[in-house]
């Protein structure tokens, strides 16, 4: 394609917009593609939407008193694929990303962003609450996982309530969003040692505050709705045997996963709400960028290197959000390093243990019928947990070691090594 010239004329795609503070949120929910731009890209936008050339946008900002370059405006949109026309050319766009469960209309759960589903729901939510606050032996306990005397027959239903409930807590985020217009995408991913499902409502950026947070508080909501309906099963109810025990169990596996959404440094359903608030457009990439910038330095100062440092990436925030990105770096740091240390000093060895355990019970000679049921369903459960986690990480990471990898190193003529690969 030709380069864009003065008059060049475009046809710009339907955009999704919301002002922050001091710009605006602009971008292509089918794409999920979004971006932070200065009030005057927004006037830039709607101009070139009227259709007017390059040149007469650029004149017409001149006489408010803003001089933009429109020509590298207009490529920059190009490259966002926010243009569907340059010239009365068409441009050959990204395709929409396909969203999970196409079929759910926002005319079906525009309800859950009524006012009335909050109330109902922390109504729910109060009414457990009351209900354990009135006979303590409803709160839960960490017996109550252990439900049968059958190890294995534990580990396996725990696990599929466990994935029950985290389905359910994505499709409330899936829901709500869609309830604004909005397709969101369900799928897996890993935070650190964790396998995480994770629902991608980016689209929610251009949504009034309101929404934005009940799409983001939606997950937790519903694992407290899950547990305050199982105590007050068991309060009003009153079964026994096993039922009993699966609600009790039910209760605590909706209630380990919230204090894991505090766990901000692992951009959580929390780390959302924390990054609304505080008005950043991405605490955690910012967040990363200073943390860089300030180990790099501190290795300069180490070293005494006296070359001029790189610039502070935080100088070009906003000071609002140079606070919260600076106080977010080291939240993000010592955050990661307590959860690794105890994965490295607790989880993975335990689970390494369990996991030889089995294998002896399945080689001895002297195991039952229950011993070998027991060794399988922690074979199963472990085994295929970590296999799911490999296999989502090299999904996300497997390009990065394989370009790495293909990396070769030959000398030249000048001296330094040359990357090609």
Known sequence: MKPVSGATS??????????????????????????????????????????????????????????????????????????????GRAIVLPPPLRPTLPWLRARHVRWLLHPAAAWATAGIVVAGIVAVL???????????????????????????????IIAMHELAHLATARAADVPGRMSLSTRLHFLAAQTDVTG????PRRTRLTVYLAGAAVNLSIAAIAILTLAVAQPTGLTERLLAATVLLSLIPIPF????????????????LTGCTNLYADGTAYFRYTTARLWRRLRRVHHSPAADPSRRLPAHERRAVRAYALVLVIGTAICL???????????????????????????TGADLFDAVAVIAVLGGFHLLWARTWWQRHGHRVRRTRNVTTTPTEEGPLKERG
């Not at 303590?136 to 005397?149: E, V």
């Not at 929610?204 to 949504?207: A, P, S, Y």
């Open 341 to 367: 240390t105890v994965a490295a000093s607790t989880v993975l060895p335990a689970a390494l243990l369990l996991l030889v355990r089995a294998v002896e019970t399945l080689v001895a000679d002297t195991s």
């Open 261 to 276: 959404e505090c766990l901000v440094f692992m951009r959580t359903d929390a780390y959302f709400v924390l990054q609304d």
């Open 204 to 207: 929610v950026w251009t949504e």
């Open 10 to 87: 475009v046809l710009v795609c339907p955009l999704r917009m919301r002002s922050a503070r001091g710009g605006w949120i602009v971008g292509r929910v089918e794409t999920g593609t979004f971006v932070a731009v200065p009030p005057v890209a927004v006037r830039a936008i709607e101009l070139l939407s009227e259709g007017r050339t390059v040149d007469a946008v650029r004149a017409m900002l001149l006489a408010e008193g803003q001089d933009v370059d429109v020509a590298t405006f207009v490529t920059t949109l190009l490259g966002l694929g926010f243009l569907s026309q340059v010239d």
């Open 134 to 164: 009135a006979d303590r032996s409803l709160f839960p306990g960490y017996r109550d996982l252990i439900w049968s005397d059958s190890g294995g027959a534990v580990m396996l239903g725990n696990t599929a309530i466990a994935w029950a």
